[in-house]
């Protein structure tokens, strides 16, 4: 536990296990160790250690949610409420948690499917209700800003990577790296750390060893997110490590290459799209990078969806 700055939001941390672990670990590394004012560790055993005359306490917490805070919880207010890797079944009590810590905004990121809450609908209800803001970004690497003060002042430290990549262009390798923002798990700064002196010349090659290095469990940090054949959230992080690494070195990235598959076609439909660029062309990992590629381009005005799930360039 430790004091925030007077001028910084107060942030509290729930976690749970080596993923909160590292991700607490890596805030303080970048620099939001000063803005923490307290850190708990939440597990199911916490709850039944509170409740031992019944046996089947997890089951019912979604029933009286504020009757499960934790006893041992320290009551210290606070700006922020970050929830990191909590058993599925303690989501239900994050509402009161945030009511009783006066929290007003709440970061609950979902890294991993069997970790996100059954009751999330429910969950979201009940913070709207009390007025505090939430976010619950799928993966937690594809936050970039928010409307909400806190978690934008998260987001200045952790968040979508952001490199300063030099070239040297005569032998077409990475002459320097500097990591502007860190993946909150810190994945991106151990990237950029292999990527020193690495050739570019072979693109495929180029890839392959970011991917790697990304998800490398031999690595001090790596990415946390779940590898999962329903929602293979670890590889799109990975398409967004790639996509920040790809914009700073001024290669074309999955926006510029989306574009101009839609230019030249004149509209496509946002399936066919990901057919062209995840099946064919190989370009990203998952569709959902498509899904996110074109909503960016509409709200930037880039492109518009028209009737029957087609994009087209702005212009037209």
Not at 44 to 67: C, G, M, N, Q, Y
Not at 138 to 166: A, H, M, T, Y
Not at 204 to 221: Q, R, S, V
Not at 252 to 265: A, F, I, M, S
Request: aromatic share 6%; charged share 35%; glycine share 6%.
């Amino acid at each position: 536990m430790s004091d925030a700055m007077d001028d910084d939001p107060k942030i509290y941390v729930l976690y749970s296990g080596p993923f909160g672990e590292q991700m607490v670990n890596n805030f303080a590394r970048t620099g939001l160790g000063g803005s923490i004012v307290c850190i708990y560790e939440f597990e199911p055993e916490t709850i039944e250690r509170d409740h031992p005359e019944d046996p089947d306490v997890l089951r019912k917490i979604w029933e009286e949610p504020d009757k499960y805070v934790p006893k041992d919880l320290p009551p210290v207010e606070c700006d922020l409420l970050v929830v990191l890797g909590i058993h599925p079944l303690l989501g239900d009590v994050v509402p009161s948690i945030a009511k009783t810590l006066k929290a007003k905004a709440v970061l609950y990121p979902l890294d991993d499917r069997e970790r996100i809450p059954e009751g999330l609908r429910t969950i979201q209800d009940d913070l709207d209700k009390v007025g505090i803001y939430h976010e619950f970004p799928r993966p937690f690497c594809i936050i970039e800003q928010s409307e909400n003060e806190f978690i934008d002042f998260l987001c200045r430290k952790v968040g979508r990577p952001r490199f300063d990549i030099r070239l040297d262009e005569t032998n077409r390798v990475i002459r320097d790296v500097e990591v502007v923002r860190d993946t909150p798990c810190g994945s991106a700064r151990i990237v950029a750390e292999k990527l020193m002196y690495l050739s570019y010349d072979d693109e495929a090659d180029f890839k392959e060893k970011i991917m790697t290095e990304h998800n490398n469990e031999g690595n001090e940090n790596y990415c946390l997110a779940s590898m999962d054949p329903i929602e293979p959230l670890m590889q799109e992080a990975g398409d967004v490590l790639v996509e920040a690494i790809y914009e700073a070195c001024g290669f074309p990235t999955v926006k510029d290459l989306l574009l101009e598959e839609v230019e030249e076609r004149g509209e496509l439909t946002v399936d066919e799209l990901k057919e062209i660029l995840v099946n064919e062309r190989k370009l990203c990992e998952v569709p959902r990078t498509v899904n996110r590629t074109v909503e960016r381009l509409v709200e930037a005005g880039k492109l518009i969806m028209k009737e029957g799930g087609k994009v087209a360039p702005a212009a037209l």
